[in-house]
């Protein structure tokens, strides 16, 4: 039974990390789960028929939870909040790693794009829609994770589905070549370029968390944002950009004598031009990616 459960560990993982944007919350909400489930009396898991229902179950209502009161805390946090960023690393065949981020598979449902859709939703809304449309969970299970009906929580998840933005994302090729050409245009500092490859309404939302220097507010229109890259390539001699995966989707990484300092996701409009970049900066949303994109030793 023991080994059962223990096997059931990167599945709760995939669930808390998407329910939660937050690896460090993900992996408290499954420790926890797993702590109540050896706090049972043996007989009482014995009677469990299916000890990873249970734990999916238990774990989506400790994220509940985490959501409720993590509105408030990122009310308070310094400018905005994105999801923690993920190495290409994650979800390696095989991998024997314990870090969280090594555990989690990059699909669709983990690219910043996603994620940040799923924060504007009720955290009931997220949980019946992660729950049931992510990972197909019925919504008899879900029912037991919202404590509502079925009926209700297929409602919460149709009301969540309308949220997310529906038309085909770009290919990932295309993707790769503009954030290359965007990665050029930087280094070269040239703004006509990257006001080319940058939708005019385009976005930029950047995260420090009041530890590392960041835009407070969104930079809007690709004019504005395009000015604002190349004044910070003016003020950081020796950055270092690289392309890498970032959740799955190109990106880009900056660091300094090899430390990463910054992780940059973006997601194309239709015609293939840059239309929302995230940029996150606070270090402590970057530990995974300690000698670039590698899991940070324990």
């Keep these: 039974m023991g080994d059962g459960v223990v096997g059931e560990r990167r599945q709760l993982i995939n669930v808390a990390y998407r329910l939660l944007g937050s690896l460090a ?14 706090a049972l009396p043996p007989s009482r898991r014995h009677e469990i028929a299916s000890p990873g229902a249970w734990l999916t179950t238990v774990t989506g209502r400790i994220c ?13 946090y310094v400018g905005a909040w994105l999801p923690d960023p993920l190495p290409g690393r994650a979800g390696r065949p095989h991998g024997t790693s314990g870090d969280p981020a090594d555990q989690l598979v990059l699909d669709e449902s983990v690219t910043m794009a996603f994620l940040v859709v799923l924060e504007t939703m009720t955290p ?17 299970e879900v029912a037991g994770v919202l404590d509502r009906t079925p009926a209700a929580c297929k409602q919460l998840a149709a009301s969540a589905r309308r949220r997310v933005r529906t038309g085909a994302p770009a290919p990932a090729g295309g993707q790769a070549e503009t954030v290359r050409r965007v990665k050029e245009a930087w ?13 005019p309404a385009a976005v930029m939302t950047a995260d420090g968390g009041g530890l590392a220097g960041a835009a407070l507010r969104p930079v809007e229109g690709g004019p504005h944002i395009a000015r604002y890259m190349a004044g910070i390539a003016v003020k950081a001699p020796g950055l270092e950009l690289l392309e890498r995966p970032v959740n799955g ?31 996150i900066r606070n270090p402590e949303k970057l530990r995974v990616w300690a000698g670039d994109g590698a899991p940070s030793p324990r």
Aim: net charge negative; aromatic share 10%; no cysteine.
């Design 25 to 38: 919350e993900a992996e408290d909400a499954v420790q926890e789960a797993y702590a109540r489930w050896y």
């Design 64 to 76: 509940l939870d985490v959501l409720g009161s993590s509105r408030a805390r990122r009310e308070r």
């Design 187 to 199: 280094e070269a500092k040239d703004i006509a370029a990257l006001v080319d490859l940058l939708d």
């Design 249 to 279: 989707t190109p990106g880009l990484v900056a660091r300094r004598a090899g430390t990463v300092l910054t992780v940059a996701a973006f997601d194309l409009a239709a015609d293939g031009r840059v239309a929302r970049i995230w940029v």
């Design 124 to 140: 009931a809304e997220r949980v019946a829609f992660v729950l049931h449309d992510v990972f197909r969970y019925p919504f008899a």
